[in-house]
């Protein structure tokens, strides 16, 4: 019978995936692209989705060796338990820093385009009592709420896309595919580390219910995700050029500004498309909250999760306070991208793959048959 | 302190008077003894100062008399049967009767029991408490003197209000029958329209001291075995002094008690109660309330109504479109006016910027104030109207809602915008079809204005999330409130058919997501190939 | 109890954190700027205590002519000016003397001035600030006065009430088509992405209304000239933009108007040599429109129609051939969209070209092919 047992369906996983990917990223993920590739950044995301997908397929793999079980668990059969906690612990403070950057992001951007006078300190007190209140009410009810926001946030987030087909100019993106192979692959690399959330499955396989559908989880939270930041870093450029994207902080923020809705009676929409894209920070950022006080409530073997979301709140808003201006908050985003994203997007569940593989810890496929 | 001591002193140092007769949960623990005039004497000690219960002693037989005593309250075990069928044949009849009294074999008791009486229903009973209870209930208790036994003779007759009109619930096309404060006349509206036998009527009682009936309607083979556990077990879980209507059995039961929104629904209308138990839902009727209570429910159920079903589907899905358009503007509209108007001016297209400010000269208040104003006036309009008599009722709507409101404008306190703001918001939270969830969205709608009010659009989102959150986290008897929107699976495939959109009857071929997985075919065509 | 009071506890600090309302604007005490005009100031002193160097003229609606039945004979906009050393000082400067905050945030034109545009840093200077605040959105018009902005804001005489027509709105252009309207969008991107080179349309006060009428062509930032309506109407053509528009041509004695119904124009062949050599082609489809009434002229027929082709075509040839000859030796500019479709199509061409393309375009051989076709002619012979 349908409980409180906190399991949910893959489909419910598929779309909170989304969601999660979609988020901060596709603001900045323009930008990335052209200052590696000019106008044939677009190029990059194909690359970089190829990428993600070689990850998504070791992690699938691993999780799926140990259904029923998160990260914290299973690394600890793998590895032993004290590096295991270890490397939890690590992807704890990975997940606190994360969510720390996210909400700094989302509470600059709030302030400069919806309320410009509003302290960001309350404006991020705000998002992360929503986060907690989500949080505490466990799994199953985050992934209603996704497969409630999926329709509410993607819907008009594609009709965007679509009505800036009349502002594309294509001589924009062209000439096209000049770029180098050195470029491709490095730019690639740099996007396919946009897909970091997908780490949350090392832990949300414990909740899925069948446990062994991971792959086709990844497959298709993967290409959904990345035919929507293809879509918008090739209208970005196409609107506003290489240069022109490079220029903007906040290209995809522009870009809402400057398509015309048809029969519309608002004007400067962009702020009405924001809330649309708040949705997905409001999913990302309650992931790593409830991720987090999971992994801590694991760590300390309690059975009660839910009255550890609270003390953790006070971390992460001071962590998202620390940088002093934006620059240094995108400079916090690359860093923790492209020097730490790695380790835990590839490095580790590939090193426990290969170990579990060796050691022949965690159920086979033959075994669960 | 010593008048204070002296004036409340006695009040709170009385001791509780001694009563032998009921133990703590109100239950009558006096014996029943052979003795009738034993019996006698306590049944008066019980009913004393109780004027309208009317007891009876005399004699049955002619020379050999064996005394017989009856009790019933007036009004409510109909006379004629008492009259008739009970004391006819004992006192009469049954000296016509051969062989004489002194020749009976068998105990007299059962002898009366079986063939003495001619009432359709009669029942042994052996203890003080089910003789009260009986009694209590309308039925006549006939004891007869050495036998530690009584009968319980059925006689219930007391007044009501019988089939009418549902006033809350008023379709266009549809049976206008709504139930009735009797149990027994609202089991027989369901019962006719489910000729099943498997169909259940389980009564239990509940409420010490009002001991009111309650069923539990459900179809035997759909129903979730779990989910009626359940419910008989969360019946059986509290013990309150009285259930006077089926709001307060809705209250002890539902799961959350601080949502504003209901878990459970409840109807007036018998074919609603009977299409709930055709999906596989329990219904509980209780004794005394003409609205019954529907569970397990979800967000969906509240949108439908009889007549989606009556009609065709195109008008049907159409209007469940503008339902639940209704209720989210009955929630949202005027925090996001609030939010546009005073925090996001860039978004209103110029024109029409510039009438609302110019409108606005000279009104006093900040919006937010406005606002408040205007709804809290309608909240009293409302209250004021419910308590109307009719003919002056309409009339207060009309003065009210036009002449006050144009007032308003006229004298600057409000601008016109607001006016109009305001009443469609009322009117669509009318629209909703249960009255129980408009009430929800009444209130959910001041948090929605708090929050926009402080932090504009964003604060509206976040109020948004609230009522998301809020919502997904439901569960009405472990089913997801939200369900079929979200939580599906692993429950079913999809039960899509009958939520935002109705789709045809040929179409609904599965019984919704209450049912027991294994029953979902519902609907087969006899020959597929015969389609006109 | 220790719930009740955590309950509690929060609440009330929830409540005292919720006193801000930092950010609301009632919307009847605010200024609304619908139109903007920013001028070079006629004494430009920087000095450490009040630099002058920006003069902005802005108007606000007369919010009491607003309603429908108008406001009798008050004016229906208000004018500001003031002056000040930047953009945002200015503005600042603006607030500090009215008691109502001043809100652009539904600014639909700005108008530079003249000795504006033809500033290089000042000109720099207003376009960062225009992409720099969220406060303009990017589909604001932007023009350029054909002497300065704050004549052309107050010469509209408004005799409607102000509600209906708020500015200098697209509907008001008399004479350029509707594609050469430029918001300031389109505006920076070309500045961005060409570096510097972009088109600004002019507009200009005539006796009773404004018009559009050609426009500044701007490289490296720095104004070069104007192209006055002419060759603005026969620049669009080659950019393929000039549906709606006409160019009328003596012919048998009347001045017959070709009006355009349907226009492309593409580049059909680009080579590289020692200079580069290109081959524009135009398309159009139009009507005939006006002719001359008199007896003794002929009816029109197939070779009459077939002559005014060739005669248009020339006509045309040459015209686009002046504008070429101004665009490539007076203002070393390519504003004809040149460059992308060299991009788009014969990207080999432009890898090589691409790193001298002012002094390659200045050089280049442009050869132009256009091919009229005439529709229609109306309703009679």
Not at chain 1, 152 to 168: G, N, Q
Not at chain 2, 230 to 250: M, P, T, W, Y
Request: glycine residues 6%; positive net charge; hydrophobic residues 45%.
């Amino acid at each position: 019978m349908y409980s409180m047992n906190d399991k949910v369906s893959t489909r419910q996983v598929k779309l909170i995936l989304i969601l999660d990917m979609f988020s901060v990223s596709v603001l900045i993920l323009p930008r990335v692209t052209v200052e590696v590739a000019r106008q044939d950044g677009w190029i990059l995301v194909i690359g970089g989705t190829l990428l993600a997908f070689l990850y998504s397929w070791f992690i699938a793999q691993l999780v799926k060796k140990f259904p029923e079980e998160t990260f914290v668990d299973f690394s600890g059969h793998i590895v032993t338990r004290p590096i295991g906690m270890l490397l939890s612990l690590f992807i704890l403070l990975f997940f606190i820093l994360s969510a720390a950057i996210k909400i700094r992001i989302f509470g600059e951007l709030t302030k400069q385009i919806l309320l410009p006078d509003t302290p960001i300190e309350f404006i991020i007190i705000s998002l992360l009592l929503i986060c907690t209140y989500l949080s505490r009410k466990g799994y199953e009810c985050r992934a209603r709420v996704a497969e409630i926001l999926f329709p509410i946030t993607l819907i008009p987030l594609i009709l965007i896309l679509l009505f800036a087909i009349p502002k594309v100019e294509i001589p924009n993106l062209a000439p096209f595919f000049q770029l180098s192979w050195k470029e491709f692959f490095s730019g690639s690399y740099y996007v396919s580390l946009t897909y970091i959330t997908l780490i949350l499955l090392l832990f949300s396989n414990a909740f899925v219910q069948p446990p062994n559908k991971s792959g086709g989880i990844c497959r298709t939270s993967l290409l959904v995700v990345g035919l929507l930041k293809l879509s918008t870093v090739v209208m970005t450029i196409a609107i506003f050029g290489a240069k022109g994207t490079q220029r903007q902080i906040w290209p995809v923020m522009t870009l809402m500004q400057v398509i015309h809705l048809p029969a519309s009676f608002i004007e400067r929409q962009e702020a009405l498309m924001m809330i649309f894209w708040l949705n997905t920070v409001f999913s990302i950022v309650s992931g790593y909250l409830y991720f987090s006080s999971v992994i801590v409530t694991k760590m300390i073997k309690s059975n009660e999760q839910f009255y550890l979301v609270l003390p953790l709140l006070p971390f992460i808003y001071i962590l998202s306070l620390y940088p002093s201006d934006i620059i240094e908050v995108y400079n916090w985003q690359q860093w923790l991208r492209r020097k730490i994203g790695p380790i835990f997007l590839i490095v580790i569940p590939f090193l426990l793959w290969l170990i579990a593989k060796i050691r022949k810890v965690g159920a086979t496929s033959e075994e669960k048959k | 302190m010593k008048i204070l001591q002296q004036l409340f002193g006695s009040t709170i140092k009385r001791k509780k008077k001694e009563d032998h007769t009921h133990d703590n949960d109100n239950k009558v623990i006096v014996p029943l003894t052979a003795s009738l005039n034993e019996n006698i004497r306590q049944i008066e000690n019980l009913f004393t100062d109780c004027e309208d219960v009317i007891k009876r002693r005399f004699p049955i037989g002619e020379e050999k008399k064996v005394w017989a005593y009856i009790i019933y309250v007036d009004s409510m075990a109909d006379r004629q049967v008492v009259e008739q069928s009970v004391l006819y044949p004992l006192m009469v009849g049954v000296r016509e009767v051969l062989p004489k009294i002194e020749d009976i074999q068998t105990s007299l008791l059962d002898f009366i029991k079986d063939g003495g009486m001619t009432t359709a229903e009669v029942k042994n009973i052996d203890n003080m408490n089910d003789v009260c209870n009986q009694v209590l209930s309308g039925d006549t208790v006939l004891m007869i003197d050495g036998y530690q036994q009584a009968i319980a003779i059925s006689t219930k007759g007391f007044p009501n209000r019988g089939v009418e009109k549902p006033d809350t619930e008023s379709v266009v096309r549809g049976s206008k029958e709504g139930f009735s404060e009797s149990l027994r006349v609202n089991t027989v509206l369901i019962r006719r329209r489910i000729r099943d036998t498997k169909l259940k009527v389980k009564q239990k009682q509940a409420g010490i001291r009002s001991k009111t009936d309650i069923a539990i309607m459900y179809l035997e083979d759909i129903v979730r075995p779990k989910i009626l556990e359940e419910v008989n077990q969360r019946l059986e879980d509290f013990k309150v002094d009285a259930i006077l209507d089926s709001g307060h059995i809705e209250q002890l039961i539902q799961d959350d008690w601080k949502s504003p929104f209901p878990q459970i629904q409840i109807t007036e209308r018998p074919d609603k109660a009977a299409s709930a138990i055709l999906e596989g839902r329990i219904v509980i009727i209780v004794d005394n309330s003409p609205f019954v209570l529907l569970l397990p429910t979800t967000l969906n159920c509240f949108f439908q109504s009889s007549e989606d079903y009556y009609e065709r589907w195109e008008i049907a899905s159409f209007i469940r479109f503008i339902r639940y358009g209704a209720a989210f503007l009955a929630t949202a509209l005027p925090g996001l006016y609030i939010a546009l108007t005073t925090y996001h001016l860039a978004m209103i297209p110029t024109n029409l910027m510039l009438s609302m400010a110019a409108a606005r000269e000279g009104v006093p208040f900040p919006a937010i104030i406005e606002v408040l104003i205007m709804e809290l006036a309608f909240e009293l309009l409302r209250e004021a109207g419910i308590r109307l008599p009719d003919p002056i009722g309409s009339t207060i709507g009309i003065v009210g809602g036009i002449i006050i409101g144009q007032a308003a404008v006229e004298a600057n306190i409000v601008s016109p915008i607001i006016v109009i703001i305001v009443s469609l918001t009322a009117i669509s939270s009318f629209a909703i079809p249960s009255h129980s969830l408009g009430v929800a969205f009444r209130l959910s709608k001041y948090m929605v204005i708090f929050l926009s009010s402080i932090l504009g659009l964003y604060g509206f989102l976040i109020s948004m999330l609230i009522l998301i959150i809020h919502l997904s986290a439901l569960k009405s008897f472990n089913i997801p409130y939200l369900a079929p929107y979200a939580a599906l699976l692993p429950l079913y495939n999809n039960d899509y058919q009958d939520s935002l959109l109705r789709l045809p009857f040929f179409m609904k071929t599965k019984r919704p997501l209450f049912t027991r997985p294994d029953q979902r075919i519902r609907l087969r065509r006899k020959d597929p190939r015969k389609k006109k | 109890m220790k719930k009740k009071n955590k309950y509690l506890s929060i609440l009330f600090v929830t409540l005292l954190l919720l006193t801000g309302c930092w950010d609301k604007k009632e919307i009847d005490d605010q200024q609304f700027v619908i139109s903007l005009g920013i001028d070079k100031s006629e004494k430009e002193t920087i000095s450490s205590k009040n630099s002058y160097r920006y003069n902005i003229t802005y108007a606000t609606p007369n919010l009491s002519t607003v309603q429908k039945n108008g406001g009798g004979n008050e004016p229906f906009r208000y004018f500001q000016y003031v002056t000040g050393d930047t953009l945002t000082g200015t503005i600042k400067k603006a607030q500090a003397y009215y008691l109502e905050p001043i809100n652009f945030e539904h600014v639909k034109t700005i108008i530079l001035g003249k000795e504006l545009a033809k500033d290089k840093v000042l000109f720099q200077e207003v376009l960062d600030y225009i992409d720099r605040t969220p406060q303009f959105g990017r589909t604001v018009l932007v023009m350029i006065a054909e002497n300065t902005a704050k004549e052309i804001l107050e010469a509209k005489e408004e005799t409607k009430p102000f509600r209906n027509r708020y500015a200098i709105h697209s509907q008001d252009i008399t004479s350029i088509p509707d594609e050469l309207i430029i918001d300031v969008g389109k505006v920076l991107n070309q500045l961005i992405n060409n570096e510097g080179t972009t088109f600004i349309p002019r507009i200009k006060k005539g006796k009773n209304n404004l018009g559009f009428s050609g426009g500044a062509v701007f490289r490296d930032y720095q104004f070069q000239g104007w192209l006055d309506e002419a060759q603005v109407r026969v620049l669009s053509w080659t950019l393929g933009k000039n549906k709606g528009g006409y160019f009328p041509i003596w012919y048998q004695g009347a001045y017959v108007p070709y009006e355009v119904s349907h226009i492309s124009s593409k580049v059909v062949s680009a080579t590289y040599d020692k200079y580069l050599k290109v081959k524009v082609q135009i398309e159009t489809e139009g009507d005939i429109s006006e002719y001359i009434l008199d007896n003794s002229k002929k009816y029109i027929d197939s070779k009459w129609v077939k002559q005014l082709e060739i005669e248009l075509e020339e006509a045309i040839k040459k015209e686009i051939r002046d504008v070429f000859d101004i665009l490539q030796m007076e203002y070393k500019v390519d504003i004809i969209g040149l460059k992308d479709q060299l991009k788009l199509k014969y990207p080999k061409v432009w890898k090589e070209i691409k790193e001298d393309y002012e002094k390659i375009f200045e050089e280049a051989e442009i050869e132009i092919d256009v091919n009229i076709s005439i529709r229609r002619i109306g309703m009679v012979y």
